[in-house]
């Protein structure tokens, strides 16, 4: 097993609509020691459903229980322009709180509305990954169109599509931005799919992402350790990559 | 501890639609098992769910001959249009194929029949006397026909597939209520969820399933190596619960 494994995009939390059974931080610290992921990038159930505000304070306390073991992203809500513009700066002076997410499903908008430009503006001023929800066609086209307006920012499209006309789509988009990346959260994991997404994507621009506690991280994790792909590439898919996206972004001023 | 896999959700053939990294030879589904320590798999053919069960469930006698670590399950239906055999003729067709556990795929878009028993229900009741057990993908028919279904056949061994990671509100209490429900575990994906629920109801109603030639079958094999439960708990669910159910069997 690789030497660092950090799982991208992972939430925390109860959730309205299902049972999460291993919700809470504990429980996801013992699913990582389990399969040996060191580091997980969380934002809260409640942020993309609920209370934007105690929400993201649900995932402060995560970072602040387990320092150095969870990453942080803020969810952005852009229904609250105003709130998030005072919350921003403020989540990001802790150093534990590393990326932005954006769920423009469960917020029922779309990448393109005004109101996510500030958060846009602020990755990109700071070098920070913005993980999104991307699930169709209409989503990679904004992220291709964003990614080349704010270079500085790094985007993520979280699930690489979903479905694999999208997942192809995706991969266009990816190959040609040096910053935009695609994770491997799925819950239809299908069958050497990995192996897929390396030869249209390259490995150096897949990260693992599981969508832990949502979903269960073995399966995913299980299905790269089993990829025919050659070690180096596994290794830069389980941590390499997301790593130096981390160590590339700029500490906000305090 | 090395745990015996015996997979109880596979499928062979040619589909319509594929997606890359999938296959559909028995040779490449014997490679893959191979490669990811899988034993032994039931299996059933996709021209009898995508085409004619009566004529799909024929092929895998020759292809199951070859391979003893393959185990033939058919696609089963009602009887009534004359297209498919009526119980007591499948009865003895199923006995004579060494026949292992039926599917159904009722749905509007697949099979498009009634489970109900004015439709199936000499279908069903065969299946239960002879304790075949009887595999549904849970958006053949949704949650509320299951619980008709495990009512009305109690001696009916029914394994819920493709529950996916949602689905706990009705498990639990399916479980609580039914002795004779099964679960399979390839999308049932909620985060410790499988501990969680062998907490409450045990392990011994917990199949190991890949889904393959569709989903993932290396993630699938890692997913129960690494359950968080004793090495006796893990066996059953790998291979364990499905000897037992087919060693159940009366036909």
Redesign the interface.
């Known amino acids: 097993m690789s030497n660092m494994i950090i799982d991208c995009h992972c939430h925390l939390g109860r959730y309205f ?7 809470s931080p504990a ?2 610290i ?2 990582m020691d ?2 040996s992921v060191s580091r997980a990038c969380i934002s809260a159930h409640m942020t993309l459903t609920s209370d934007i505000e105690p929400g993201n304070e649900e995932m402060l306390g995560a970072v602040s229980l387990f320092p150095g073991r969870f990453v942080g992203f803020f969810t952005f809500n852009p229904h609250y322009p105003e709130l998030m513009g005072s919350l921003m700066p403020e989540y990001f002076k802790n150093k534990g709180v590393r990326g932005i997410k954006i769920h423009q499903g469960t917020h029922m908008t779309s990448l393109m509305n005004p109101d996510y430009r500030a958060c846009y503006s602020f990755a990109d001023k700071y070098r920070l990954p913005v993980l999104i929800h991307t699930w169709d066609g209409e989503t990679i086209e904004g992220i291709r169109e964003l990614s080349s307006e704010y270079t500085g920012a790094v985007f993520i499209m979280g699930h690489f599509g979903a479905a ?1 006309a999208n997942m192809k789509k995706a991969a266009d988009v990816i190959k040609t931005r040096n910053n935009v990346f695609g994770d491997t959260a799925l ?7 990995i ?2 997404l390396v030869e249209i994507a390259g490995a150096d621009k897949v990260l693992y992402g599981t969508d ?12 790269i ?3 025919h792909i050659s070690v180096p590439d596994r290794e830069r898919i389980l941590g390499m990559n997301f790593n130096e996206i981390l160590e590339n972004v700029k500490d906000h001023e305090n | 501890m090395a745990l015996d896999f015996f997979d109880c959700n596979c499928c062979i053939g040619r589909s319509a639609v594929t997606n890359p990294g999938s296959f559909y030879a028995t040779d490449e589904l014997v490679s893959r098992m191979s490669d990811y320590g899988i034993g032994r798999a039931l299996i059933y053919h996709t021209i009898a769910r995508d085409h004619s069960p009566a004529e799909g469930n024929l092929l895998l006698s020759d292809i199951t001959r070859d391979n003893p670590s393959l185990i033939p399950v058919w696609v089963v239906m009602p009887h009534h249009t004359g297209e498919f055999p009526a119980p007591d003729e499948l009865e003895g067709q199923m006995r004579k194929n060494s026949v292992k556990a039926a599917r159904i795929f009722p749905s509007a878009g697949r099979h498009n029949f009634s489970i109900k028993p004015y439709s199936a229900g000499s279908l069903l009741e065969m299946l239960a006397q002879n304790r075949i057990p009887l595999f549904i993908d849970i958006y053949e028919t949704g949650w509320e026909s299951i619980d008709m279904l495990l009512a009305a056949y109690r001696d009916l061994p029914v394994v819920l597939c493709n529950t996916g990671y949602r689905g706990d509100r009705y498990i639990y209490p399916l479980m609580e209520t039914y002795g004779n429900v099964y679960l399979e575990t390839s999308r049932y994906l909620s985060h410790l969820g499988i501990e969680a629920l062998c907490k409450k109801e045990g392990s011994d109603r917990i199949l190991f399933g890949s889904g393959m030639p569709v989903y993932t079958g290396a993630g699938a094999v890692f997913y129960i190596s690494k359950l968080m439960l004793e090495d006796k708990d893990k066996q059953m669910i790998a291979s364990g619960n499905l000897e037992r159910l087919i060693g159940d069997i009366r036909l």
């Open positions: 609509n299902f049972n999460v059974p291993g919700h429980d996801m013992k699913s389990n399969i694999p819950s239809m994991m299908m069958e050497r799919n192996e897929w832990m506690p949502f979903i269960d991280p073995r399966a995913c994790l299980g299905r350790l089993g990829a």
